[in-house]
Each structure stands twice: as C-alpha cells, then as structure tokens.
C-alpha cells in the first residue's frame, strides 16, 4: 500500500513539474530564423532594454545579481532596442558610452540621472554631456564616438536584431540567438529569469550552436 500510494505521489509530482516547465508558444518562442550571435562557443543571453523605459530601470536591480552569477558557458550582453527616433538616441548614447569604455561603470548611474533626481533627458546631447562631465568622462572623446562610423553600424544592427528577434516591448530577453521570452506572460522580473534560465539549459542540453556572425 505504501508503495501504491509513494507511486501516485510520484506521479503527481512529475505532472506537476510538467506543467511548471515553460512551454513553446506560450513562455517562450523560437525564431524561425536563428540569428547570429557574437560570442561563438558560448550560450549568449541578450537583454534587449531602453535607457527610458521604467520597468527596464526596475528590472536592473533583479538582473544586475544574476549576470554576476551565470555560468562560464554563458556570455550575457545588452541590446538597445530601436523603436523610433527617440530609442535610437538612447541607443547612440549607449554604444558612445560603451565604444569610449565607460558604459559598464555609468550604466546604473546613467539610468538613476534620467529615472531620479535630475530626470536626466538621454535625447539631450548637451544634457547628457553635461552630466558625463560631472562623472570624470572625456567629453571631447564621448562627442567622437557619438557621430562615428562604428557607433552608426551598431545602430543598424541593433535595429536589425529587434526587428529580427520580433521584440515588442522592453525589457526583454532572448536565448542563444534562437529563443525569446514571451513578456505578456510573464508574471514578475524573477519569472522572467527563471524562463532565460530554462532556455539557457534547454540551449546547452541540445548543443545547439548560432550560426557564425556573418
């Protein structure tokens, strides 16, 4: 009787997990088309975000702890989204930032200006320079990488990968150029990790690789 009734128990159980485990279509979707990544040999989560969007401000505090702790195998990188005209100025301040090796230390500090206190405006060239000063940042390099070839290509790319990837709204995030979180089910920040973690290992049990950048 005691094994009957561990047998249904175990059942259950498995049923259960089951219905917890994401499903295709509904948590998440498949591209596709799988885009390239740009981190070969490696699962790569992106977050696609906007400098102006509060819950992608509220979701960096949840996500800043779980980059620290992804696995070796796992390369993690942001994607500004490109909407309209107001995105791609967020965006160009973004990759300028990041082309001049500063966007990793003002990132949280850039989106507390424009989400706090000041209500920094990113689309303000002259704000934000003035601002930039403020943090020690060469300004005369900040006004080069704004306007260069470089940062312009990153601005096509970045425009090509969200409307590749199809995303709707930020903050998103996709799987090994392959899987994105569907966000209209998703019921908190956390849940939104728990998905990328389910695609992460759902990425490295098939060993599926991205196709080579181009």
């Known amino acids: 009787m005691l094994k009957q009734i561990i047998a249904v128990f175990m059942v ?4 259960g997990l089951a219905q ?12 596709a088309t799988a885009q ?42 942001r994607i500004p ?13 973004f990759y300028a930032l990041e082309a001049i090796g500063v966007e990793e230390r003002l990132h949280k500090a850039l989106f507390d200006a424009i989400h706090t206190g000041s209500r920094l405006r990113v689309s303000n060239e002259a704000a934000l320079t003035e601002w930039l000063e403020k943090q020690g940042v060469d300004t005369k390099k ?11 290509g990153k601005l096509k790319r970045a425009a090509q990968l969200t409307q590749a990837y199809k995303i709707e709204g930020v903050p998103s995030m996709a799987v090994n150029g392959k899987y994105v979180v569907v966000t209209d089910n998703v019921t908190s920040f956390e849940n939104l990790l728990e998905i990328t973690d389910f695609l992460i290992e759902k990425s490295r049990k098939s060993g599926a690789k991205a196709p080579p950048k181009k």
């Open 12 to 15: 259950f159980f498995a049923v």
């Open 20 to 31: 917890a485990q994401p499903k295709a279509g509904v948590q998440y979707r498949e591209l």
């Open 36 to 77: 390239p990544t740009d981190s070969p040999g490696k699962i790569e989560a992106v977050e696609f975000f906007w400098y102006g969007c509060p819950h992608c401000y509220n979701f960096e505090p949840v996500i800043t702890p779980w980059v620290k702790k992804l696995p070796k195998d796992v390369h993690f990188r």
């Open 81 to 93: 989204a490109m909407f309209n005209e107001e995105y791609a100025l967020g965006a160009r301040a």
């Open 142 to 152: 900040f006004a080069a990488a704004y306007r260069s070839f470089s940062v312009e």
